[in-house]
């Protein structure tokens, strides 16, 4: 492999740059999705896949949580892995996971954040490629900003922000939450039943689970969005006074939840987030914020508690005309 860049976005890599591979006996892929039910299997497939249309080539597969390196956190594994490899020239992996997480990770390993355009693949460039994607991932800047103002992949995984509660803590606190139409007062008064149910028996339940506060981002920016009923004033990244009175009514919704204590798991910092599914699945907490994408985690993690998760939309302030969501780009 000669070229010193790596190829992020394997349906558009495999069917479109295989020719930098044609006298290739490997191609090495680091891969994500390991253990998340029919998402693993969309590799498996396409490994295979790409090893029937190339005889003679094998794909040498290994996920990210499994690589080897520094790092106690799998993400800045990979990020270590490829500021080695920029810098030694040594090129192990010729796809690459990198997702916004990682890209950031590596900008700040490097201090360039637009380290992808000098060693990814820009898609971009690829014949037909933005003819492939939808019209809103190509004419607006969210998508090309997260990653270096490139397109490293193809943008094919929809899904859409929720709230995930545990059947246990729903029995044992003797609450029932509303799966659609939750409202910002219902949202509080959960808050408080279990806030008074610990009080009571002496238990310590946090109202939401999580590993990470941007688990906390994606319910804020859906309560903050709901107050409007047209989407296109918080499209238009422009300062106005409706917008900062949303806000911090918004600010004030989280300030009244604190009251109710404890508001999140102590140990959010340091847990793992393939541990934080699994305590959540067993009823250690009461709600678990994510996305719709969470139940290929929950299957292929947790298969024996799968059943206990139940998901509800976001709670709003007014009734909105749409979910909040994201596209991510599948490899």
Not at 71 to 93: C, H
Not at 211 to 223: M, Q, W
Not at 245 to 255: M, N, P, S, V, Y
């Amino acid at each position: 492999m000669k070229r010193n860049c790596f190829r992020v976005g394997v349906f558009c890599c495999v069917l479109l740059v295989s020719g930098v591979w044609a006298n290739a006996a490997q191609v090495n892929w680091l891969a994500h999705w390991k253990g998340e039910g029919k998402r693993e299997q969309l590799v498996d497939e396409i490994k295979k896949n790409y090893e029937f249309l190339h005889p003679g080539t094998t794909v040498n597969l290994v996920y990210d949580v499994d690589l080897q390196g520094e790092g106690s956190y799998y993400k800045m594994k990979v990020a270590n892995k490829i500021v080695e490899m920029i810098k030694t020239g040594k090129i192990e992996w010729d796809l690459v996971m990198c997702d916004i997480a990682v890209y950031k990770h590596v900008a700040d390993l490097l201090g360039d954040p637009l380290w992808g355009q000098k060693h990814l693949v820009d898609f971009s460039t690829v014949p037909d490629f933005l003819e492939s994607q939808k019209d809103f991932i190509v004419n607006t800047p969210f998508f090309k900003e997260k990653i270096g103002e490139m397109f490293v992949g193809p943008y094919i995984e929809g899904y859409v922000f929720c709230l995930w509660s545990t059947r246990q803590i729903e029995e044992k606190v003797g609450i029932k939450i509303k799966q659609r139409g939750m409202t910002v007062e219902d949202f509080i008064g959960y808050a408080r039943k279990l806030s008074e149910y610990n009080s009571q028996h002496r238990t310590n339940i946090p109202f939401l689970y999580i590993n990470s506060l941007n688990r906390i981002e994606a319910l804020f920016e859906y309560i903050f969005k709901s107050q409007f009923s047209d989407p296109q004033i918080v499209i238009e990244e422009k300062y106005t006074v409706e917008k900062a009175e949303a806000f911090l009514a918004t600010l004030q919704i989280f300030e009244e939840l604190s009251r109710y204590q404890p508001l999140v798991n102590a140990d959010w910092r340091t847990l793992d987030w393939k541990e934080c599914q699994k305590a959540f699945l067993t009823g250690k907490g009461l709600f678990l914020p994510g996305g719709t994408y969470m139940y290929n985690q929950f299957q292929g993690h947790s298969p024996q508690f799968v059943d206990n998760a139940l998901p509800v939309e976001q709670p709003y302030v007014k009734q909105p005309n749409g979910l909040v969501g994201l596209f991510a780009h599948a490899f």
